[in-house]
């Protein structure tokens, strides 16, 4: 037997793990001397609770997550017997995979046999998202462990993530988005557009003025880049902004009609104290990301 | 190989680094680039090394029992960022000495190795270009280079080869370091420590001097901070902390856990745990609420806070470092003319280096802009005029300045020079491409103003009372009002503002709060399809100024 995780950061809820068997590992964040578990510390995300207080000025933090944390979520399925295939946020985005690997070479130590494998989405919240779903459906669907890494190779950069960013400051502080020249500051008006490159890593790729042009500019992205986008998943994410993820709704369906399938997601508290609120993407089936 | 190292070398070596590095600790303290981060590098490490290597002497022990000893010396001494990571780095060596009597080369060589990983540990975010690095790369470099012909001489050589190499590239890895002209000061500081280490081996007999404690008290500048400073860089806080077994399950601790709490109250932590002591290091606003935090962990040993935004007095430095580098050119600037401080902060916030004061009512000279130019320092310099009266003295400044290549972008409105400048992207173009662009983008953009009218008449159809508000854009007025935000929505309807995508409402000083609120409800109502952003401009003259993209 094989079990899959995956981790908080790819925005997956306990409810929709349940969906396909996943198992949650909790990335932190923390505030005010408070560090919180997504779905340990509460069992319901209140995203529009946890986006004002960023709008009402307090800034978290967030951290990696401990070698005996690991041990922890993994050691129950090697001692069962069981392999173990995380499918994880991006490596490039942060160090928490270090205290992974200890924690995977002491288990391997103790339980030789026991068999673990990863993939890497290269991506954060909704880029995971999609992916997280599609492997979901494979493993529910019984495919092996390896031919799940094998479509995971051939696969993986074939869901392309643009979003607009609001309040630079966030993205600015956490440091996690290239590309943003180093006079750029508070931008009134101005959205700079921001996407995931096959590294992995947050790019800047320009900016619009207005909210209309930058959520004609996502959409303008996924008439170019998207491919056969109707039947995959299609990832609206947002940290707290219902007006546009209503408008944005309307416009995919008047470009690919009534009956498309779009998945709402609110981006997870610890991806989103990087952000800040009032961001909003999309995530496809896609040419491979650039 | 080479002879062995035992604890009376080891010692000798301790010793001579803390009396080297103290020969040139002012050397150090001046590459501090922050505007007082953290107190004094060169006087951190000492302190940190001083308390390692005065450790009362251990004749006869092994190398083990030594390096134990001085590390925890260390560990008790150890203060600022880089004194708590040197003491790391001495600890892990202990570890990885941990039991042997005498070392050879390839044993010593792989302790420093464990003394690199352990600072890598203590640190909550890794910073590279910072001692951090240079130790790395020093260890592995020599590491390498051991073979059965290496003799320490030669060991200690390769070392300072690459510490001093690595040094030099810590300005390609940190930003900071490059702006400033300087190499890493924790870097540098561990160059003077090995260097005196190595004259150790050399066979050198070192001989302590106590140069007592400075204290920080003595050194340090309070009229730096006065009762009209705001406080920005907090307090640098250290402590000792004993872990209770009254307060806490000591087995369940997890420095892990204690790390998050203490990074979710500041910044720039390093901490780590030694047996029941946990040392901390964290700069925060508010050194009150962490200390009730971790004290619900145990009690303090020690404690130090300082604020960070006393200035040291500079020590008086007779030789350069040799490191030092040139301070670096930017290769774009930008100037910008506003008046207002909410406008200034604006343009200073959009990446303005220079703001200069000026505007309708006060038109800067060309000496203000060469001024400016001096200061930014930059192969090319992009100037925002933000009004038709400067545009020329903009111009003659760029004719007159050679130093650097100056475009003038002829903003005739600080909403143009705003709005052009929160579109552009100057990376990779030449000043010529940047200045285009830039004016391309200032192209669309209607500004619109609302002033008290001087004197009654009749202009562009429109009457005109005396003490009522006009709305006026390109010279031609659209609105007369006793209100000024009844001035200003006509203004706004007469330019069609509803078929832009942004207005971007400027409070000037003689507008309230509440008229500001009255008026952004009222545009907000008006047109739905446009973003509308207020922002308090405070700019003299103009009540309101209404930027339209």
């Known amino acids: 037997m094989f079990v899959i995780f995956t981790d908080t950061d790819t925005d997956l809820t306990p409810k929709r793990a349940a969906d396909y068997g996943y198992h949650l590992i909790s990335m932190p964040y923390s505030y005010d001397g408070k560090t919180i578990y997504p779905y340990e510390d509460f069992d319901e995300f209140k995203d529009k609770e946890f986006y004002d207080m960023l709008r009402g000025g307090v800034l978290p933090t967030t951290s990696a997550i401990s070698k005996e944390k690991y041990l922890e979520y993994f050691e129950p399925y090697f001692k069962n017997g069981d392999d173990i295939l995380y499918v994880h946020f991006s490596e490039a985005m942060t160090m928490t995979f270090t205290n992974m690997r200890a924690a995977v070479s002491e288990l391997h130590e103790k339980y030789p046999a026991a068999n673990f494998y990863t993939v890497d989405t290269k991506g954060i919240t909704i880029e995971s998202y999609i992916i997280v779903l599609e492997i979901g459906e494979l493993y529910k669907a019984g495919k092996s462990a390896q031919e799940i890494i094998e479509w995971a190779k051939d696969n993986v950069l074939n869901y ?46 320009g900016k619009e003025r207005g909210k209309k042009n930058a959520l004609n500019r996502l959409l303008a992205y996924m008439e170019e880049k998207g491919e056969d ?45 990087h952000c800040g609120p009032n961001c909003l993407g999309i995530s496809f089936r896609s040419v491979k990301r650039d | 190989m080479d002879r062995l190292i035992n604890g009376v070398l080891f010692e000798n070596m301790v010793k001579g680094g803390a009396e080297n590095l103290y020969a040139n600790k002012g050397i150090v303290n001046d590459l501090n680039v922050f505007p007082i981060p953290d107190g004094d590098t060169g006087d951190n490490m000492y302190m940190t090394i001083d308390s390692g290597a005065s450790a009362p002497s251990s004749d006869g022990d092994g190398l083990g029992e030594v390096s134990a000893h001085i590390a925890h010396g260390m560990l008790l001494g150890a203060r600022g960022n880089s004194g708590v990571i040197l003491s790391r780095i001495f600890a892990g060596i202990a570890a990885g000495l941990e039991g042997v009597e005498e070392a050879d080369i390839k044993t010593f060589g792989e302790a420093l190795k464990k003394g690199s990983a352990e600072a890598y540990n203590a640190v909550s975010v890794p910073v590279e270009g910072t001692i951090l690095t240079v130790f790395r790369d020093a260890v592995s470099f020599a590491g390498e280079r051991i073979n059965a012909e290496t003799t320490l001489e030669g060991y200690f050589a390769d070392l300072i080869t690459e510490l001093r190499r690595s040094l030099e590239r810590t300005p390609d890895l940190l930003d900071v370091l490059k702006e400033a002209g300087v190499v890493d000061s924790g870097g540098a500081g561990l160059v003077y420590i090995v260097e005196g280490m190595k004259n150790a081996v050399y066979g050198e007999q070192i001989t302590r001097t106590d140069h007592g404690a400075p204290s920080s008290a003595h050194n340090i500048n309070i009229d730096t901070f006065t009762s009209d400073s705001v406080l920005e860089f907090g307090y640098c806080t250290e402590f000792l902390l004993r872990l209770q077994k009254s307060k806490i399950d000591l087995d369940k601790f997890d420095i892990n856990e204690f790390t998050e709490l203490v990074k979710s109250l500041g910044d720039s932590v390093v901490s780590f745990r030694d047996g029941t002591i946990v040392k901390v290091h964290v700069h925060t606003m508010t050194p009150g609420v962490v200390l009730n935090e971790v004290q619900k962990y145990g009690e303090f040993l020690t404690l130090k806070i300082e604020n960070m935004m006393l200035q040291h007095n500079e020590t008086v430095i007779e030789n350069r470092f040799e490191f030092k580098k040139e301070n670096v050119r930017k290769k774009f600037g930008v100037v910008a003319v506003a008046s207002g401080e909410g406008l200034k902060e604006m343009f200073r916030s959009l990446g303005a280096d220079e703001v200069v004061d000026g505007g309708q009512s006060m038109n800067p000279s060309s000496g203000d802009f060469i001024k400016a130019f001096e200061k930014i320092n930059a192969d090319n310099i992009l100037v925002f005029p933000n009004n038709g009266n400067v545009i020329l003295a903009a111009m003659q400044a760029a004719d007159m300045y050679d130093k650097s290549v100056i475009k003038v972008v002829p903003t005739k409105t600080v909403g143009e020079g705003y709005s052009a400048l929160s579109m552009l992207d100057s990376e990779g173009k030449t000043a010529d491409e940047a200045a285009e662009e830039a004016e391309e983008y200032a192209k669309g953009v209607v500004t619109g103003f609302v002033s008290r009218a001087g004197r009654t008449t009749e202009m562009d159809g429109v009457s005109i009372t005396t003490g009522d508000f006009i709305g006026f854009s390109d010279d031609v007025v659209y609105s007369d009002s006793p209100d000024k935000c009844a001035a200003a929505s006509v203004l706004c309807d007469k330019l069609d503002a509803g078929s832009f995508d942004v207005i971007i409402l400027l409070a000037g000083k003689g507008a309230t709060d509440e008229e500001a609120e009255r008026l952004y409800d009222e545009l907000t109502e008006k047109y739905k399809d446009t973003e509308i952003i207020m922002q308090n401009g405070g700019q003299p003259l103009h009540d309101f100024i209404l930027v339209l993209e």
Request: hydrophobic share 40%; proline share 3%; charged share 25%.
């Open chain 1, 229 to 273: 986008v109707k039947n995959h998943p299609i990832i609206i994410g947002h940290t707290d902004d219902d007006a546009d993820v209503e408008e944005i709704s309307a416009m995919i369906r008047a470009k690919y009609g009534e009956d498309t399938n779009i998945e709402v997601v609110a981006a997870n508290p610890t991806a989103g104290s």
């Open chain 1, 160 to 205: 392309s993530c643009y979003l607009f960013a609001d309040d630079l400051k966030f993205f600015k502080r956490s440091g996690r988005v290239s590309g943003f020249s180093a006079a750029m500051g508070t931008l009134i008006g101005v959205r700079p557009i921001i996407t995931m490159n096959a590294e992995g890593k947050m790019v800047s790729i």
